[in-house]
C-alpha cells in the first residue's frame, strides 16, 4: 500500500485547510486510516481514524468539534477537513494506514499503523 498525502499549506487562524490521502496498491485489505500530525521538537500525534467496520470516526480531543475525517471509497482517499484552525495546529501532517483490525483504544498509537505517507506542511499563522 502507498499513500500519497496532499494539501498542505499556510492559512490565518480561523481558516480552513482539507487534506487529503490517495491510497493505491493492495487497498483492499486497509481497515484503518488515519492522521498524525508532529510539530518541530515534538512528539507525532494522533488526530484522527476513520474504521473501515462501522464506518467509525475518531478523533483526538484537541481537534474534536473543528476536524472532520471522511473518505472515498471508489477514489480510495481519506480527506481531513481541518475548519477554525489555530496556531497551535501548525504541524506536518501524516496519513497512515493498517490493514490491522485495530480496535478503538489502539487508534491512537502510530506503531499500530503499517503504512505512512510523507508528510504534508500546515502552517496557520496568528
Aim: proline fraction near 2%; charge should be positive.
Amino acid at each position: 500500500v502507498q499513500l500519497q498525502a496532499s494539501g498542505g499549506g499556510l492559512v490565518q487562524a480561523g481558516n480552513s485547510l482539507r487534506l487529503s490521502c490517495a491510497a493505491s496498491g493492495h487497498t483492499s485489505s486497509i481497515y484503518v486510516m488515519g492522521w498524525f500530525r508532529q510539530a518541530p521538537g515534538k512528539e507525532r500525534e494522533f488526530v484522527a481514524a476513520y474504521r473501515w467496520s462501522g464506518n467509525s470516526r475518531h478523533y483526538a480531543d484537541s481537534v474534536k468539534g473543528r476536524f472532520t475525517i471522511s473518505r472515498d471509497n471508489v477514489e480510495k482517499t481519506v480527506y481531513l477537513q481541518m475548519n477554525s484552525l489555530k496556531p497551535e495546529d501548525t504541524a506536518a501532517y501524516y496519513c497512515a494506514a493498517t490493514s490491522c483490525r485495530l480496535i478503538v483504544s489502539t487508534l491512537f498509537q502510530s506503531a499500530a499503523y503499517d503504512y505512512w505517507g510523507q508528510g504534508t506542511q500546515v502552517t496557520v499563522s496568528s
